[in-house]
């Protein structure tokens, strides 16, 4: 084995830039000014489009390996990032992330595949679905908080109903105006308006999103039971539950009506749209939501569920909700993830999603620290850029088969991890805009400040 040092040197040099790079981004978001952050966020977009697309020399900084490996480092961090909500922030041992980020990639997969061969069906079908049965979801909700006494298992089976009709709905107007739009796409020789490259742009932007609420909205149909059960069984469920998507994937052509995805075989041809400004505005996103969500009120009685689900019960909280809540936007982001991951693989297998690789999400936030947004990041650009590219490319020049050690290194880093810093890399230290804001204290003399309206009469000495 003859491993070049300038590589591992030059790697390693990539590696702390990258963690650089974030350390600078969330301070500069976190900054007072708004237009400190604007910049700042158009500065640290450029620096990484420079650095993959301006050559010095014969290469750019960043090689198409490099590239690669940066955008799933995003994916990563969109699903760990879910995944911690879920497990770090509620308390909820989940094992069932990979699965929704499998459902996020196939559903925006197959919605572009089928707008790239001339069928607008699949974005208006899944376009109105998720609408619909958002609506459906909503309405239901806010019948049964009405109601008290209403076993669980009766409520799924009315939200399951709703959410059928609801389906049934979109697929009929969704496919008679896709039909009514196929003209609309022109010839191969004469391509229309909807056949533009300005248009695959914004229905890859849409797809991504649907994805998203498809998987979120999945996750509550499966959360709303199985939540019910303690956090082990919970685990155990989710654990299934990747299985059976999995089981669905390798038989998509023949189970499900979807024969472009090839089952087992893998589904090819998708549109590779996923490029640094996408897959660095989803990562924004993702990681804004989940900041506001953890510093909210919502965040707060979030957490409280993780400390103590009795003594939140006691002082008001519902349990349940707040449970169904975090699993649900947990697997929004996951189906995000998804979403810009098959866009930029152009190719999905079932093996991708198998759920013994759904446990990489657990290991980075246990690696990062529970409960920590910027460990998560931290973890899954380093998870990404040292184990599956430094370490995956070393152990490539062992042999054939000796890439596949890396899931006998893992493991073993983690009970390190455990044994010598249980909370984790980072712990629960956050960086710029994830840290929470300090209340400063009133002075004395504020305090005793009475407000006097005007027109008051003053008080009489």
Not at 15 to 23: E, S, T
Not at 134 to 161: E, K
Not at 196 to 225: C, D, K, N
Not at 396 to 415: K, N
Request: charged share 10%.
């Amino acid at each position: 084995m003859d491993i070049n040092p300038v590589f591992l040197l030059v790697t390693l040099i990539k590696i702390v830039a990258v963690i650089a790079w974030i350390y600078g981004l969330l301070r500069v978001v976190g900054h007072a000014s708004k237009w400190v952050k604007i910049g700042g966020i158009i500065v640290a977009f450029l620096i990484v489009q420079l650095a993959i697309s301006v050559p010095i020399g014969s290469s750019p900084i960043l090689s198409n390996f490099d590239s690669g490996l940066l955008f799933q480092a995003c994916t990563m961090t969109m699903v760990a990032l879910g995944l911690n909500l879920i497990y770090g922030f509620n308390g909820q041992f989940s094992l069932g992330q990979w699965g929704f980020y499998g459902i996020g990639a196939y559903a925006a997969a197959d919605i572009t595949y089928r707008w790239d061969n001339y069928d607008a069906a699949g974005l208006l079908v899944a376009g109105l679905g998720v609408v619909l049965v958002g609506l459906v979801i909503l309405m239901l909700n806010r019948i049964l908080s009405r109601m008290r006494g209403i076993p669980v298992l009766s409520a799924f089976t009315l939200y399951l109903i709703g959410v059928i009709v609801a389906g049934a709905v979109a697929l009929f107007i969704g496919a008679a105006i896709g039909q009514a739009l196929t003209p609309l796409f022109g010839t191969e020789e004469a391509p229309g308006f909807l056949a533009s490259a300005l248009m695959a742009q914004v229905v890859f932007f849409l797809a991504v999103l649907i994805a998203g609420v498809f998987a979120a909205e999945v996750s509550f149909l499966f959360g709303l039971p199985v939540l019910t059960l303690g956090s082990d069984y919970f685990g155990i469920a989710t654990l299934g539950f990747s299985i059976v998507i999995n089981t669905l994937m390798v038989n998509s052509d023949t189970i499900l009506p979807f024969p472009e995805m090839k089952g087992g075989r893998g589904m090819v041809g998708i549109p590779k749209v996923t490029n640094w400004f996408w897959a660095f505005l989803f990562l924004l996103l993702v990681i804004i939501v989940m900041r506001n969500i953890v510093h909210s009120s919502t965040g707060r009685a979030v957490m409280s569920v993780r400390e103590d689900e009795t003594a939140s019960k006691a002082m008001g909280i519902n349990v349940a909700n707040y449970k169904l809540l975090s699993f649900v936007v947990g697997s929004l982001f996951a189906g995000i993830g998804g979403g810009v991951y098959a866009h930029y693989i152009g190719f999905l297998s079932p093996g991708t999603f198998d759920f013994l690789v759904g446990f990489n999400p657990l290991i980075i936030i246990v690696f990062g620290g529970l409960g920590s947004m910027t460990g998560t990041i931290v973890a899954s650009f380093g998870w990404i850029f040292f184990l599956e590219g430094l370490l995956r490319v070393i152990l490539g020049q062992m042999g054939t088969e000796a890439p596949t050690w890396r899931f006998v290194l893992y493991p073993i880093t983690l009970l390190l991890m455990m044994l010598l810093r249980p909370q984790g890399l980072l712990g629960t230290v956050e960086w710029g805009f994830l840290r929470q804001r300090e209340v400063k204290p009133r002075s004395r003399e504020e305090s005793n400040t009475v407000p006097v309206s005007i027109g008051a009469a003053p008080a009489a000495k």
